[in-house]
């Protein structure tokens, strides 16, 4: 395949938001700011059409990866770029640009009226752009890049309301939490480099296949990328930037830190996965790491009062169970799982958002709110829907990846099948807990009542109408997800050129991609049951038991602390940071200006002061001068006599 | 080609003309700029073109075999147009100042000494050159700084002339050993390469290194540095920081390696360490202080100990990637070190903490700054993600491991990890959070035409240069095959 | 014979030389830098007869002819100094320090 032959849908991709972002900074910014969000708009129109487009074409077998343009060359190193239409590449950016453009309709309403708006739909829409480059990166690099961008969007929307230190803060945090992360990012993609001599996807699969002997660094790269990944997807021990971020507006939530971003680690383990599962023992490491962060973010999740951070602590939870079922091998499982997850945590967010826009807040918490049921129908049906599919209620789309998911735990058994049976029960347990609190009968602890809150226009509610229904419906999707998992993975070639003119078209041998699992009666008694358990909890705890939440908040203050603070684990981190800072402070007034440099000035001084002291042997006098004279002449003679 | 001359003695000539001129001396430091800097374009072009490398000798009837020497590769011309570009940002960015003529006469004397320093080839010239520029930067720190500025010019001035002595040292002692070999006395770089040394080898290299590590500079002979540029004026900042630092890079590159290989063979834990403890410790330091042009000055540490694991890493990718990044350097730092400078014209302070909402006030300087401080820790894109790529590369190829991974590389990762800790709360601080009580922020307006079009050239070439950097480095590549492993 | 002049001479020589370098007053400086001359000369005579070297006295003459040119710029010299107001001690006169 050649550049020509590449589909125009694959050009537009990129042509279409470049060229919005241009029109929107460089005209309407200037010009007329309120329209910003127009070229935008149209631009997420033709990116969904062109990705819908691509997964057709994948999902006939034309998936292609070619190179396009050498960024950099210096002797025998060369990095190219080029594109990578393939299935699990297809298949998530078909729920980016569908949940995006959604979220960028109900982000135009939304934000109406800040004077920031062009600024936000600006880096929202390069944010846009960053996601689709990196779900589209054919080497690391290129992934890297893009990796990077997607982070530095992050920081410009955290601290989008920059006049609030909180939110400064968070943004602060979220970076530099995905910066340590890209320590290990960049390590690794350096140690690739040198190892394979190629950054390639599928260049570096067959060097891997193909190699007699594992590649010395391959299992610290393998390390590095689960680390980078950890901080992405937040993971445990790097996740306590999500629940700061939600500092953000709420489309910044919904689309970043729910449906893309966050999914770009679990997407970067799926492109680096035949390099992990070369290594045996990381991916019990990654289902071990991802079924942690899952039971100890829902845990959470179920603690908290403001709203936009249960569902924070909830996107934790679910991202810990995409890499569970990634460290099982079930690589099309975390994949469907990552795109339905998308569409009802995009959906619950945007519901939160208008909860909050109700009361002309940012965001809520279960304080402000209570009984708002009545008076907010289309958001609370559209609730309702996305959380039933949240649950993992049949036959709502969550509970076709969930319950793929629990039949993987429940098949390995032992430490995972307990960990997917807990996050079975607290996922329905908090998400029914989030929405009696907010739409049932107001509790006395509560100033729902004293409020009234409207339902948001229809402009606002109509995204999230479509996203709940997708939500709902998404487990239409599963065979397709699966064909495009499987088939598009394994049948992409790539043209390689070879000096001497031959061209030679590497199809890699990847380890097996696993279908999804067959219907299993049991699991679906067993995972229902869970969901059903936990449900009926919820229900208990608020509506028949109304002031629970805030008669153990009470009662125990300390429980309350050691849940604030996610299991002491934040003052850890804290406690990192100001070492750090310390240090650094240390170094560079300490060690540097008074040490290091006062060394120096000292010598200068110490100079100076010996210069001192000679001058002090000629006074300027007369008989001094004729002394010396006296004596060197005597000196002189002397010598010359003893000569 | 006595066009290579003219590289030189067409800044000269301007400085006698502004030093003449009185009260005119802006328009003549801003033709002669212009014209050195087409002079530089047309040369780059030249030898793009013909991938050769431009060269004029004339043995000068000189004791000891000193000749006047010079030529131009690739890597020499990028410096030189580097040279004539930020002259010429300098001379736009000081336009409005109530300067004396003395003021443009050092800019226009400046460039020409750095001109000559990246086109001799002759070590004597080299060195004559070398120390030309010391004169007028003392001068532009000591008379034009700020309140300071008299204890930091004569540390400047002593610090990096007390190692260019052990530099002159080290190139006579190359020079007598290569008489005492061969008989004939030359100062030419070209004939003195694979001079044997014997015992006296890793002394010469000592000195270089002294004399180009003060100029890098490498920790830890790096003090004189924040001091340097906290009380330099803004364009003196620019020139200091975008183009003095990369003569000690130079330096290593065009004389210490080719003379003294074997040395610096031996040497490369000790060295590769070095260039790691630059990356690192600059980062720290930077992260620590509460005067923007201190910051900046330390993370311009933390950058050439990045190029410095190019330079030591000796493989292809790292050596163009310095090359490369010398420039990136240039760029970014120029930019930050004006934008600060224009903070300070209309504030007359420098404090991290002494501003606060700027992004209200002056939303252009705040997206300058901003795409600038991006470009400065690395965010792929931008100019500097490119450089540091490419030098990071080389170093991961080095095999000196630490509990297995390669050593080098570690440290440099470090340093690009800490970047965004000392970079981004600086401008938060600065932009984004409410000003206090004592704020210098009323006083500061948004940027001036003149002042946007500086910034807007030099964003353009940051995101060229990130986006499409092959063209630049295949200027720069051939002139460093010859050190390549 | 000769000893007895070379005696003088240092006699001469050693006192002129003890009085410049001890004495602080600036004539008295001046008198011992012209008893230093004088030593040299009764030696230089000497020489001049013992050896019937010719070139020894025209070597004398020149001597005290040059000795009175140092004497009337010593003197105009102190004189200024005296003028000046600053008194003839040398131990005031210290303002080449270093």
């Known amino acids: 395949m050649t550049a020509a032959q590449v589909p125009l849908s694959a050009w537009l991709l990129f042509a279409a938001p470049i060229a919005a972002l241009l029109l929107g900074f460089f005209v309407f910014r200037p010009l007329k700011p309120e329209w910003t969000h127009l070229p935008i708009l149209l631009s997420c129109a033709v990116v969904t059409g062109a990705s819908l487009a691509l997964t057709a074409r994948v999902l006939a077998g034309g998936s292609f990866d070619l190179n396009l343009y050498r960024w950099a060359a210096a002797g025998r190193w060369a990095i190219d770029f080029g594109l990578r239409v393939d299935g699990p590449g297809t298949a998530v950016l078909s729920m980016v640009a569908v949940v995006g453009s959604l979220i960028h309709v109900y982000a135009a309403s939304y934000m109406k009226g800040d004077p920031g708006f062009s600024r936000f739909f600006l880096v929202f829409h390069l944010f846009f752009l960053a996601m689709i480059g990196l779900l589209t990166a054919n080497n690391f690099v290129q992934l890297y890049l893009f990796w990077e961008l997607v982070g530095v969007a992050s920081y410009l929307l955290v601290g989008f309301w920059f006049h609030k230190e909180s939110a400064r803060k968070a943004a602060l945090k979220a970076f530099l939490t995905n910066r340590v992360g890209d320590f290990g990012f960049l390590l690794a993609l350096l140690l690739i480099l040198t190892s394979f001599k190629v950054g390639h996807f599928q260049l570096v699969y067959f060097l891997v296949r193909n190699s007699t002997t594992m590649p010395e660094f391959l299992p610290l790269i393998g390390v590095l990328l689960i680390w980078a990944a950890c901080a992405k997807s937040a993971q445990f021990p790097l996740y306590f930037w999500l629940p700061d971020a939600m500092e953000g507006p709420t489309p910044t939530s919904a689309l970043m830190h729910a449906a893309t971003m966050v999914t770009a680690g679990v997407f970067l383990l799926i492109r680096a996965w035949p390099l992990i599962a070369a290594v045996p023992a990381l991916p019990p490491l990654v289902a071990a790491i991802g079924a942690f962060t899952a039971v100890f973010a829902a845990v959470l999740a179920a603690t908290k009062k403001d709203l936009k951070r249960i569902l924070a602590y909830s996107t934790v939870s679910h991202l810990g169970l995409m890499m569970l079922a990634l460290g099982l091998g079930q690589v099309a499982v975390a994949v469907l799982h990552l795109i339905i997850h998308g569409f009802f945590k995009a959906a619950l967010f945007l519901c939160a958002g208008n909860v909050g826009h109700a009361i002309h807040q940012p965001t809520a918490n279960v304080d402000d709110v209570g009984g708002w049921g009545p008076s907010m129908r289309m958001t609370q049906a559209c609730f309702v829907l996305a959380a039933l599919s949240l649950a993992g209620i049949w036959p709502f789309g969550g509970f076709f990846s969930k319950d793929a998911i629990l039949d993987a735990a429940l098949a390995r058994g032992g430490a995972f099948a307990l960990a997917g049976a807990l996050v079975s029960v607290l996922s329905a347990f908090y998400i029914f807990r989030m929405m009696f609190l907010t739409f049932h009968g107001a509790r006395p602890e509560q100033k729902g009542l004293g409020a009234h809150p409207h339902e948001a226009g229809p402009e606002f509610v109509a995204p999230i109408v479509l996203l709940s229904l997708g939500a709902a419906l998404a487990g239409l999707l599963k065979s397709r997800v699966e064909t495009l998992v499987v088939l598009g993975w394994q049948q992409v070639p790539f043209v390689v050129p070879i000096i001497g003119g031959q061209l030679r078209i590497l199809r890699a041998d990847l380890p097996g991609v696993s279908v999804l699992p067959e219907f299993s009666a049991t699991v679906f008694a067993i995972g229902t049951g869970l969901a059903a358990l936990g449900a009926g909890a919820a229900y208990y705890a608020t509506m028949m038991d109304a002031s629970w939440d805030w008669r153990w908040r009470a009662s125990s203050p300390r429980l309350s602390n050691v849940f604030e603070s996610d299991f002491g684990w934040k003052i850890v981190v804290d406690r990192l940071v100001a070492g750090v800072a310390g240090f650094a402070r240390f170094v560079g007034q300490v060690f540097d200006k008074a040490w290091w440099d006062g060394a120096i000035e000292g010598a200068g001084t110490a100079a100076g002061g010996a210069g001192g002291i000679l001058s002090g042997f000629s006074r300027g006098r007369l008989n001094d001068a004729l002394w010396w004279m006296t004596a060197g002449t005597a000196l002189l003679l002397a010598a010359r006599g003893l000569r | ?485 | 014979m000769s000893a007895a002049i070379w005696a003088i001479t240092a006699f001469l020589f050693s006192a002129g030389l003890a009085a410049v370098v001890l004495r602080r007053q600036l004539l008295a400086m001046l008198l011992g830098v012209e008893l230093m001359i004088a030593g040299v000369n009764v030696a230089l005579v000497h020489y001049a007869g013992r050896y019937a070297d010719a070139e020894a006295l025209a070597a004398v003459a020149v001597v005290i002819a040059v000795a009175a040119a140092e004497a009337v710029v010593g003197l105009s010299l102190i004189l200024k100094v005296l003028r000046s107001g600053r008194g003839l001690d040398a131990g005031d006169l210290a303002e080449l320090r270093g």
């Open chain 2, 1 to 485: 080609m006595s066009a290579l001359t003219a590289l030189w003695a067409v800044p000269l000539a301007g400085a006698v003309a502004c030093a003449l001129a009185g009260r005119a001396a802006r328009w003549w430091a801003l033709i002669s700029g212009a014209a050195f800097l087409a002079l530089a374009a047309a040369a780059v072009r030249l030898s793009w073109q013909a991938g050769a490398v431009l060269a004029v000798t004339d043995a000068l009837p000189g004791a000891f075999g000193v000749s006047y020497k010079l030529a131009a590769d690739g890597f020499s011309l990028s410096l030189v147009a580097l040279t004539a570009f930020l002259n010429l940002v300098c001379v736009a960015a000081s336009w409005e100042l109530e300067v004396s003529a003395g003021y443009w006469a050092c800019f226009c004397f400046l460039a020409s000494a750095l001109s000559g320093v990246f086109l001799a080839r002759d070590l004597f010239v080299f060195y004559v050159f070398w120390e030309a520029t010391l004169i007028p930067m003392f001068f532009i720190i000591g008379l034009w700084g700020s309140d300071n500025r008299r204890h930091a010019a004569v540390k400047f001035f002593l610090f990096t002339f007390a190692g260019s002595i052990f530099m002159l040292l080290a190139l006579i002692a190359i020079v007598v050993a290569h008489q005492r070999a061969t008989g004939v006395w030359t100062w030419d770089l070209d004939a003195l390469r694979g001079t044997d040394l014997g015992a006296a080898a890793p002394w010469a290299f000592l000195g270089l290194l002294v004399g180009f590590g003060v100029k890098i500079p490498m920790v830890p002979l790096h003090t004189w540095l924040p001091d340097a540029h906290t009380e330099a004026p803004a364009a003196g900042s620019v020139m200091l920081a975008g183009v003095m630092l990369k003569m000690g890079l130079y330096g290593l590159i065009r004389v210490a390696l080719p003379l003294l290989p074997s040395v610096a063979e031996s040497w490369l834990p000790i060295l590769g360490t070095l260039a790691g403890i630059n990356a690192v410790y600059g980062a720290l330091c930077a992260m620590a202080q509460t005067d923007l042009k201190r910051l900046i000055a330390y993370s311009s540490i933390a950058h050439l100990g990045f190029c410095l694991l190019g330079v030591f890493s000796g493989t292809s990718q790292g050596l163009t990637g310095a090359a490369l990044q010398m420039v990136n350097h240039g760029i970014t730092t120029g930019a930050l070190f004006l934008m600060v400078g224009f903070l300070y014209e209309r504030a007359h302070k420098r404090g991290v903490a002494d501003f606060g909402e700027l992004a209200a006030r002056a939303p252009r300087l705040a997206f300058f700054f901003g795409l600038a401080t991006f470009a400065s820790i690395g965010l792929p894109g931008l100019n500097g993600f490119v450089g540091e790529f490419m030098c990071l590369s080389g170093a991961a190829e080095s095999p000196i491991l630490f509990v297995g991974v390669p050593f080098f590389a570690l440290l440099g990762v470090v340093g690009v990890t800490l970047a965004a800790a000392y970079a981004l709360p600086a401008y938060q601080t600065v932009f984004w959070a409410p000003a206090g009580p004592g704020s210098a922020s009323p006083r500061v307006g948004d940027l001036r035409p003149r002042e946007s079009a500086i910034l807007w050239t030099l964003s353009g070439l940051m995101l060229w240069i990130g986006l499409a950097p092959r063209g630049w480095l295949a200027l720069l590549e051939p002139s460093l095959r010859g050190l390549v492993k």
